[in-house]
C-alpha cells in the first residue's frame, strides 16, 4: 500500500501548490502599450482605449479598457481638466482613479502591442489589437458604445482569446511552418483597400507586422523569414495567401515592426534580430515598399534609405496626409531609427494610385533622445506643416519636432527615472481640439498614461505634462506580484 500512499501524498502536495486563476486588474494598467483616443459627442475630454500588455505575466491575462476620460478622478476627487484649462504651475495631476465600468473592459493575449481603430459609418468602431503572447492573437474588439467593449467571435464573453484569430498556428495552405507571424506587433487600417482586389480580398484591409522571424520547419533554426500580413477589417480569417515575404537578400533577416499604408503602396519598417542575422552584411532593413498593384507576385520594393543613412533598424514611422492645396508636392515620411537614435526624415514622390515608379530621398536625420519608439502626426492645419511626436523610450520623453523651424522643439519627461528605470513611454494618441491638442503617451514602465497639452499649436514648445492616470505600478509590485503568486 505505501506506493498508493505516496502517490496520494504527491496529488495532495500538487493541489494545495496549484495556483489559482491570477485575473488582472481592471482599476489599473498593467504595461499600458497600444493607446487610441476618441472624441465623442457630449463629452469633453473624451475616451481613451489602452491595452495592457502584462509584460511580467504577473497575472494570467493582458486587458483592453474603454476610459471615461470625463469620470477618471485623483484621491480628492479631482477630473482631468479640459485642453488648455490646467493652472501655469509644475504640478502634474494623478488620477489614479480610472472607474472603469464592468462592459468597459475585456481580457486579451499578453504582450499587446500596437492598437488601430476602424471608425464605421455603418456599423460599431472596431480596434485591432495584435498581442505576441502564446497564441499570437489579432483580436477584433467592437465599441458598440462609447465606453462598452464587444469580443468579436465572443460577444456574450469578457474574455475576447475565445475565438481569437492567431496569425501563427492554424494557418491554411501554411506548409513546414511557413508562413506564420510569430509575435504580431504593428498594425494599421487601410481603408483604401486593395487595387483590383484578388477574390477574399474586398474591402478594408488591416496590415500586421510581427517581430520575430519564423524558421521552416517550425523549431528548426532554419529558412528565417519574415512577413507582413494582411487580413480582412470585417470577418477575422487568416491563410497563407494573406502573408507576404518581406525577406530581400543581401539583408539580414529582421523582425517587421510598423506598417502604414496609403492608396497603392504600404510601408514598412524592420527590426533587427541579431540571434539570427548576419550583422556583418553592409545593408540593413529600414523601409521597405509594398504595391499592392502587384499583391499576388509580391512587388516589393527596397528604397535604399539605409544607403543614405547608416542606422541599425528602425520603429515607428508616420506618412503625412496629401496636401489638397498643393497636390502634387513630396510627402514625407517620419521614421524613428536606433542605433544612431534619430528621426530619419524621406521625401516621397510618386505614390499616387497611377504611379508605378514610388521615389524616396532622405532629407534629413535629426537627433532624437534616447530609444525612439513609436511615432505620431499632429495636424496644424492645410497651410502648415504637421507636428512630429516620437516617444523616447529610455530618455523617458516624448520628443516634438517642428518641420517648420527644422528641430526638436520640446522634450516632455514623462515621469521621474529611477536609477537605470525609465519610465518608457510607448504608445501614442492624440486629441485635436481647436488651435491645440493633447498627447497621451503610454508609460509602459511606471505603468501610467501622461497627459501632455500643447494649448496653442503655434507654440508647441510650451507643451507640458499636466496629469497622469492609473497609479504607478513600478513601487511594489514586484513583491504583490510574488504574494499573489504564492
Request: charged share 20%; proline share 7%; with cysteine.
Given at each position: 500500500?505505501?506506493?498508493?500512499?505516496?502517490?496520494l501524498?504527491?496529488?495532495?502536495?500538487?493541489?494545495c501548490?496549484?495556483?489559482?486563476?491570477?485575473?488582472?486588474?481592471?482599476?489599473?494598467?498593467?504595461?499600458?502599450?497600444?493607446?487610441?483616443h476618441?472624441?465623442?459627442?457630449?463629452?469633453?475630454?473624451?475616451?481613451?482605449?489602452v491595452?495592457?500588455?502584462?509584460f511580467?505575466?504577473?497575472?494570467?491575462?493582458?486587458?483592453?479598457?474603454?476610459?471615461?476620460?470625463?469620470?477618471?478622478?485623483?484621491?480628492?476627487?479631482e477630473?482631468?481638466?479640459?485642453?488648455?484649462?490646467?493652472?501655469?504651475t509644475?504640478?502634474t495631476?494623478?488620477?489614479?482613479?480610472?472607474?472603469?465600468?464592468?462592459?468597459?473592459?475585456r481580457?486579451?493575449?499578453?504582450?499587446?502591442?500596437?492598437?488601430?481603430l476602424?471608425?464605421?459609418?455603418?456599423?460599431?468602431?472596431?480596434?485591432?489589437?495584435?498581442?505576441?503572447?502564446?497564441?499570437?492573437?489579432?483580436h477584433?474588439?467592437?465599441?458598440?458604445a462609447?465606453?462598452?467593449?464587444?469580443?468579436?467571435n465572443?460577444?456574450?464573453?469578457?474574455?475576447?482569446?475565445?475565438?481569437?484569430?492567431?496569425?501563427?498556428?492554424?494557418?491554411?495552405?501554411?506548409?513546414?511552418?511557413?508562413?506564420r507571424?510569430?509575435?504580431?506587433f504593428?498594425?494599421?487600417?487601410d481603408?483604401?483597400?486593395?487595387?483590383?482586389?484578388q477574390?477574399?480580398?474586398?474591402?478594408?484591409?488591416?496590415?500586421?507586422?510581427?517581430?520575430?522571424?519564423?524558421?521552416s520547419?517550425?523549431?528548426?533554426?532554419?529558412?528565417?523569414?519574415?512577413?507582413?500580413?494582411?487580413?480582412?477589417?470585417?470577418?477575422?480569417?487568416?491563410?497563407?495567401?494573406?502573408?507576404?515575404p518581406?525577406?530581400?537578400?543581401?539583408?539580414?533577416?529582421?523582425?517587421?515592426?510598423?506598417?502604414?499604408?496609403?492608396?497603392?503602396?504600404?510601408?514598412?519598417?524592420?527590426?533587427?534580430?541579431?540571434?539570427?542575422?548576419?550583422?556583418?552584411?553592409?545593408r540593413?532593413?529600414?523601409?521597405?515598399?509594398?504595391?499592392k498593384e502587384?499583391?499576388?507576385?509580391?512587388q516589393?520594393?527596397?528604397?535604399?534609405?539605409?544607403?543614405?543613412?547608416?542606422?541599425?533598424?528602425?520603429?515607428?514611422?508616420a506618412?503625412t496626409?496629401r496636401?489638397t492645396?498643393?497636390p502634387?508636392?513630396?510627402?514625407?515620411?517620419?521614421?524613428?531609427?536606433?542605433?544612431?537614435?534619430?528621426?530619419?526624415?524621406?521625401n516621397?514622390?510618386?505614390?499616387?494610385?497611377?504611379?508605378?515608379?514610388?521615389r524616396?530621398?532622405?532629407?534629413?536625420?535629426?537627433?532624437?533622445?534616447?530609444?525612439p519608439?513609436?511615432?505620431?502626426?499632429?495636424?496644424?492645419?492645410?497651410?502648415?506643416?504637421?507636428?512630429?511626436?516620437v516617444?523616447?523610450?529610455?530618455?523617458?520623453?516624448?520628443?516634438?519636432?517642428?518641420?517648420?523651424?527644422?528641430?526638436?522643439?520640446?522634450?516632455?519627461?514623462?515621469?521621474?527615472?529611477?536609477?537605470?528605470?525609465?519610465?518608457?513611454?510607448?504608445?501614442?494618441?492624440?486629441?485635436q481640439?481647436?488651435?491645440?491638442?493633447?498627447?497621451?503617451a503610454?508609460?509602459?514602465?511606471?505603468?501610467?498614461?501622461?497627459?501632455?497639452?500643447i494649448?496653442?499649436?503655434?507654440?508647441?514648445?510650451?507643451?507640458?505634462?499636466?496629469?497622469h492616470?492609473?497609479?504607478?505600478?513600478?513601487?511594489?509590485?514586484?513583491?504583490?506580484?510574488?504574494?499573489?503568486?504564492?
Amino acid at each position: 500500500m505505501r506506493p498508493l500512499f505516496l502517490s496520494l501524498a504527491l496529488l495532495s502536495a500538487a493541489a494545495c501548490s496549484r495556483t489559482d486563476e491570477r485575473l488582472p486588474p481592471t482599476d489599473r494598467f498593467v504595461y499600458p502599450s497600444g493607446l487610441v483616443h476618441r472624441s465623442v459627442p457630449g463629452s469633453t475630454n473624451g475616451v481613451l482605449y489602452v491595452a495592457s500588455a502584462n509584460f511580467d505575466r504577473c497575472f494570467d491575462q493582458g486587458t483592453v479598457m474603454a476610459v471615461d476620460l470625463d469620470r477618471v478622478s485623483g484621491a480628492g476627487s479631482e477630473p482631468l481638466l479640459p485642453l488648455g484649462t490646467y493652472p501655469g504651475t509644475a504640478v502634474t495631476a494623478e488620477l489614479g482613479q480610472l472607474n472603469v465600468a464592468p462592459e468597459s473592459f475585456r481580457y486579451i493575449e499578453n504582450f499587446a502591442g500596437e492598437m488601430a481603430l476602424w471608425e464605421r459609418t455603418d456599423a460599431a468602431p472596431r480596434l485591432f489589437i495584435p498581442a505576441r503572447g502564446d497564441g499570437n492573437y489579432l483580436h477584433y474588439v467592437d465599441i458598440t458604445a462609447p465606453t462598452q467593449l464587444s469580443c468579436v467571435n465572443s460577444p456574450e464573453s469578457n474574455d475576447c482569446t475565445v475565438g481569437a484569430m492567431s496569425l501563427a498556428s492554424g494557418i491554411p495552405g501554411s506548409q513546414a511552418g511557413q508562413p506564420r507571424a510569430d509575435a504580431p506587433f504593428g498594425a494599421f487600417v487601410d481603408t483604401s483597400g486593395i487595387i483590383e482586389p484578388q477574390p477574399g480580398k474586398e474591402g478594408v484591409r488591416v496590415w500586421v507586422t510581427h517581430l520575430n522571424p519564423v524558421d521552416s520547419p517550425a523549431r528548426s533554426q532554419t529558412n528565417f523569414a519574415s512577413y507582413l500580413v494582411d487580413v480582412s477589417a470585417q470577418t477575422p480569417v487568416v491563410s497563407s495567401v494573406d502573408f507576404h515575404p518581406m525577406n530581400v537578400s543581401g539583408f539580414p533577416v529582421g523582425g517587421t515592426n510598423s506598417v502604414v499604408a496609403d492608396e497603392r503602396y504600404v510601408f514598412v519598417t524592420g527590426r533587427l534580430n541579431s540571434l539570427i542575422s548576419d550583422t556583418s552584411l553592409a545593408r540593413r532593413f529600414l523601409l521597405r515598399v509594398l504595391d499592392k498593384e502587384n499583391l499576388e507576385e509580391n512587388q516589393l520594393i527596397d528604397p535604399g534609405v539605409d544607403l543614405g543613412f547608416a542606422g541599425s533598424e528602425a520603429r515607428g514611422l508616420a506618412l503625412t496626409p496629401r496636401s489638397t492645396l498643393t497636390p502634387l508636392a513630396p510627402r514625407r515620411l517620419y521614421v524613428a531609427v536606433r542605433d544612431p537614435d534619430t528621426l530619419l526624415i524621406v521625401n516621397v514622390v510618386g505614390i499616387e494610385k497611377e504611379s508605378a515608379t514610388p521615389r524616396f530621398t532622405v532629407v534629413g536625420a535629426v537627433p532624437l533622445p534616447n530609444g525612439p519608439t513609436e511615432v505620431e502626426l499632429v495636424s496644424r492645419g492645410e497651410s502648415r506643416s504637421e507636428l512630429v511626436l516620437v516617444s523616447c523610450s529610455d530618455a523617458g520623453v516624448v520628443a516634438i519636432y517642428d518641420p517648420e523651424v527644422g528641430q526638436v522643439v520640446a522634450q516632455v519627461s514623462v515621469g521621474e527615472i529611477s536609477g537605470t528605470q525609465s519610465p518608457q513611454p510607448f504608445g501614442l494618441a492624440v486629441q485635436q481640439q481647436g488651435g491645440g491638442a493633447r498627447i497621451f503617451a503610454s508609460n509602459f514602465g511606471d505603468g501610467r498614461v501622461s497627459v501632455i497639452d500643447i494649448a496653442d499649436l503655434g507654440s508647441p514648445q510650451l507643451a507640458r505634462l499636466v496629469a497622469h492616470l492609473g497609479v504607478r505600478q513600478d513601487v511594489g509590485q514586484s513583491a504583490q506580484c510574488q504574494e499573489e503568486q504564492l
